[in-house]
């Protein structure tokens, strides 16, 4: 199939995704008893403010009406008014989500510069004591309960060393005297695009403890997936046709096997990503970072229906452009794959 | 064949030289990192300037209404330095202090008060605050931004009648019923003063784009909703004018997470956290840098029965658990001595509060004789109680646990829920009394400095459910209160008897378990200097007072 047809009957299917996620979240969301005009009010509302409040937001009309309304909206970009902070859903999410996309695209990158060499020497010596330490590694990561390592990462290098800091993005005189201009959201790059130098490098600073604690998991997912992926391939013949022809094991390892091992392994890494982009919010809790996670997790205890169904479709459409993306990387990667 | 060999060999001879291509940029990355790490501990120090203050603040959306007209939420913090009221309320001398207005008069009937204001007072865009300033305040609350009716605290004007304007300087308030102005007029929500010309320029909308008018010390220069922070600078033509030693910034930010906040705390990050929990307060005590402030709060705790469910619509069995709960306990241990047991619902340190009402105390033979009174038998279980408290709240959990294992030895079955407050709210609102909780805990705090802030909204009767969380009813007692608020404004002292009065009754009908009246207990670097609690203004810190020496 071309290219292009893939890409548009993925796109029709994702609609029905889309459409999916809108139904089963908003009528979840409605199911539980709850006033969502009260809290927009205030602290301690009279009866006539939440009366009027009800109307404001909607609330007196029956439900089928107010999700047609909702998918109305949604078809103009507008994704309603959070009842919790009562700003444009829609401009909270592209407020918060570039702090995520940041936070978990940097720990990717460290999983993959670390797991991957991790991996694959895991794998070309395999049964030896660095095989047998690096498994160990991976299901550490894999297993440690992240948060607990990321408080246990502030005592260390904050409290004890003073090497780094407790948490936020930026430092506050950072961020006062040298503000950085935003243009994409993302602090690395628009502070290198802007060159504000001694902020791209009080950002790096601070994201160096929550995105080694968050690369915990994807380091153990990369270095496990990439060894035993390896580890049966260099089992093939092919790989033992190379050897007898005198190929250095080096390059058989990087060059062939390695490509040929890493499809389910990119799979696997972009679910991570997108998973971890809320899932972080205990992270995000500890370090005081102003992500997606946390704001969907104040979300959803707060009740607060425009936001958890904002953040619901960005995750859905993030998940569907990932698979997206990924599904089009293995066809590239790997020519017997077609694309259906 | 060898041509194929020495084809293979060479690429994998280019193959060795890809190789060290990645392991270049694996340890290129890693000096950057170690370089930025580098210089980060040398040049950049760990607090804010020496004329910077941080205040370090647990709830999430530092400013939630901007629109000072209907503030109800967290922005009280903010918005108490960069507006200001007519007067404010100093609960320890029990007097009002003169802010934006120099002198008051009332009628002997209560119905019409005359405020002298303040000459030459500017607002931070310039313009001059007038009587003007303030009928179109006070009115522009009372009305909505919108015309549709008092927005958030606003509901306080209600006893207006009009507002005239008797020349600049002198404006005059016209009641429907006698109330007490003053208090009104202190409030710490909606009784701000902003300019009239720019608000009627700007309108409703221009406020939410991070924009405030007020008369404060303090002008907001900066709000970043990404760091959920605010950045106060001084406003240099404050009337008070700046002599003596003040913050030239304030930067308030939330941080939730109380664990990163109390480091910040130690390490010299923030000035002043506005709470933490009390095993880290008691590790604080013994840093010699830091200091703890505690101040009766004006916030207390109460367990509302749900006085139309059997059994708790039975007064003996409602007295009987009263009896069983066990308040020292609770103090001790749940609030770790920072409370003391509540007398009635009105806290201690606000007048209308009285040391002579009744209470109930921890008696266990008292319970079991009013349960037998009334026909139960408390050595067998002889019911189920649904116990409804907001869910991750420790403070509503723990004490839960302490009355279900004292509720067990007189046959009460305790089942505690924890549910996010929409939830725990609704389901006390639900037509059919069976349906809801038989215990409701919450917290109570006023909107302003007044006994019926609190004796009227959760024990007045209602027609709608809204705070009447025991469903009480009592006509004796709403007509006593009812007078009280009317005569409190000139009356005070008839005012406070009516309401122990009424407080008299409400205890002897026991709608509600009185648990406890909290304190404020706030972790502050020994170098902040200048900070008093004001228990009106709760978790305001008045910065103008402030300033640092080491």
Same mark, same amino acid.
């Given at each position: ?34 006033? &969502? ?44 008014? $959070? ?14 989500? &570039? ?15 670390? %797991? ?35 408080? !246990? ?8 060393? %003073? ?44 994201? !160096?403890? &929550? ?64 998973? $971890? ?7 995000? !809790?500890?370090?005081?970072? &102003?992500?997606? %996670? ?47 | ?17 890809? #190789? ?8 290129? *990355? ?43 939420? @967290? ?12 007067? /404010? ?10 802010? +934006? ?80 102005? +003053? ?47 605010? *950045? ?19 930067? #308030? ?11 910040? +705390? ?27 402030? /505690? ?10 029965? @749900? ?5 708790? @619509? ?35 340190? +606000? ?16 319970? /079991? ?155 502050? /670097? ?25």
């Amino acid at each position: 199939m071309k290219l292009s047809d893939f890409i548009i009957r993925r796109a029709l299917l994702s609609i029905i995704v889309l459409l999916g996620v809108c139904v089963i979240t908003f009528f979840i969301a409605r199911i539980i008893p709850a006033n &969502p005009a009260a809290m927009w009010v205030g602290a301690h509302p009279t009866q006539e403010q939440i009366e009027r409040a009800k109307k404001e937001l909607g609330l007196d009309k029956p439900l089928y009406i107010q999700f047609l309304i909702y998918m109305n909206k949604l078809l103009h970009g507008d994704l309603g008014v $959070s009842i919790r902070t009562h700003r444009p859903v829609l401009s909270d999410i592209l407020s918060f989500a &570039p702090a995520s996309l940041e936070l978990v695209g940097t720990s990717i990158i460290i999983a993959v510069v670390i %797991g991957i060499p991790l991996g694959v020497i895991s794998a070309t010596r395999k049964d030896s004591w660095v095989d047998h330490l690096s498994r160990l590694f991976s299901i550490g990561g894999v297993s440690i309960f992240t948060p607990w390592l990321g408080m !246990m990462g502030q005592l260390l290098f904050f409290k004890w060393l %003073g090497l780094l800091p407790v948490g936020d993005r930026i430092s506050i005189d950072v961020s006062i005297q040298y503000p950085i201009q935003r243009i994409t959201g993302f602090y690395l790059i628009d502070s290198l695009i802007t060159g504000n130098f001694v902020a791209f490098q009080d950002v790096l600073v601070h994201l !160096m403890l &929550p995105a080694f604690v968050i690369a915990a998991y994807p380091i153990g997912l990369v270095t496990r997936m990439t060894r035993s992926t390896m580890a049966d391939i260099l089992e093939e013949d092919y790989i033992r046709t190379a050897k007898a022809y005198g190929i250095p094991s080096r390059a058989i390892a990087y060059r062939y096997a390695l490509k040929n091992s890493l499809g389910p392994t990119i799979t696997v890494l972009a679910l991570s990503f997108a998973y $971890s982009l809320v899932e972080t919010f205990l992270i995000e !809790m500890v370090f005081n970072w &102003p992500g997606l %996670g946390r704001y969907a997790a104040f979300s959803i205890i707060s009740l607060d229906y425009p936001a958890i169904m904002g953040v619901a479709i960005f995750i859905a459409l993030v998940y569907i452009v990932l698979n997206l993306i990924v599904d089009i990387l293995q066809a590239v990667i790997d020519p017997r794959i077609r694309l259906t | 064949m060898t041509e194929l060999m020495v084809k293979e060999n060479m690429k994998s001879i280019l193959s060795k030289q890809a #190789i060290t291509k990645i392991q270049a940029v694996i340890i290129a *990355v890693i000096i950057i990192v170690a370089a930025a790490i580098g210089i980060a501990y040398f040049l950049l120090q760990p607090s804010p300037g020496p004329s910077i203050a941080v205040y370090a603040y647990a709830t999430t959306d530092v400013v939630v209404f901007w629109d000072p007209s209907e503030t109800y939420s @967290n922005e009280v913090v903010v918005f108490n330095n960069v507006y200001e009221q007519l007067v /404010r309320y100093d609960p320890f001398q029990d007097k009002f202090i003169p802010v +934006l207005a120099t002198n008051w008069s009332v009628s002997d009937d209560g119905l019409v008060y005359n405020f002298t204001l303040r000459k030459g007072v500017k607002f931070h865009c310039g313009h001059e605050m007038t009587a003007y300033s303030v009928k179109y305040s006070i009115e522009r609350n009372m009305q909505g931004w919108d015309g549709q009716g008092p927005r958030g605290a606003s509901y306080i004007w209600d006893p207006v009648e009009e507002i005239n304007v008797i020349d600049n300087y002198t404006v005059q308030f016209v009641l429907k019923y006698p109330a007490s102005l +003053l208090t009104i007029a202190s409030a710490a929500y909606c009784a701000h003063i902003y300019c009239e010309q720019c608000t009627e320029q700007h309108g409703h909308d221009w406020f939410y784009e991070g924009h405030e008018l007020g008369t404060g010390p303090y002008m907001i220069e900066s709000y970043d909703k990404e760091k959920d922070m605010v *950045v106060l600078t001084k406003f240099d033509n404050y009337w008070g004018g700046w002599e003596g030693k003040h913050f030239d910034k304030v930067i #308030i930010k939330s941080v939730p997470e109380w664990s990163t906040a109390r480091m910040q +705390l130690e390490a010299g990050e923030v000035d002043i956290v506005d709470r933490l929990p009390y095993e880290d307060i008691a590790v604080l005590e013994q840093n010699p840098d830091i200091e703890i402030v /505690r101040t009766p709060a004006y916030q207390n705790m109460f367990g509302f029965f @749900n006085t139309e469910k059997y059994p708790l @619509n039975i007064t003996e069995v409602r007295k009987a658990i009263s009896y069983a709960v066990p308040y020292d306990d609770i103090i001790n241990t749940v609030m770790s001595g920072n409370a003391r047991q509540a007398r009635g619902p009105v806290p201690y340190g +606000l007048w209308g509060h009285s040391e002579d009402l009744p209470q109930y105390n921890y008696n266990l033979t008292k319970a /079991r004789d009013l349960l037998i009174q009334a026909g139960f038998n408390p050595d067998e279980q002889w019911c189920t109680l649904i116990y409804t408290y907001n869910a991750g709240d420790e403070y509503e959990r723990r004490t839960g646990e302490l009355l279900k294992s004292e509720l067990a030895k007189i046959g009460i079955n305790l089942e505690l829920r924890g549910m996010p407050w929409e939830e725990q709210w609704g389901m006390a609102q639900s037509e059919n009394p069976e349906d809801r909780q038989d215990i409701f805990v919450m917290y109570w705090w006023p909107d302003y400095p007044d006994p019926y802030t609190f004796l009227g909204p959760m024990f007045h009767s209602e027609e709608e459910i809204v705070f009447n969380l025991a469903y009480y009813d009592n006509p004796d007692y709403d007509q006593l209160i009812d007078e009280g608020f009317a005569i409190a404004g000139t009356n005070r002292t008839r005012a406070e008897e009516l309401y122990i009065q009424a407080q008299r009754i409400l205890i002897e009908d026991c709608p509600v378990i009185f648990f406890f009246d909290m304190q404020y207990v706030r972790p502050k /670097r020994a170098s902040l200097k200048g900070y008093v609690d004001n228990p009106a203004y709760a978790h305001v810190v008045f910065w103008y007072d402030c300033y640092r020496e080491e």
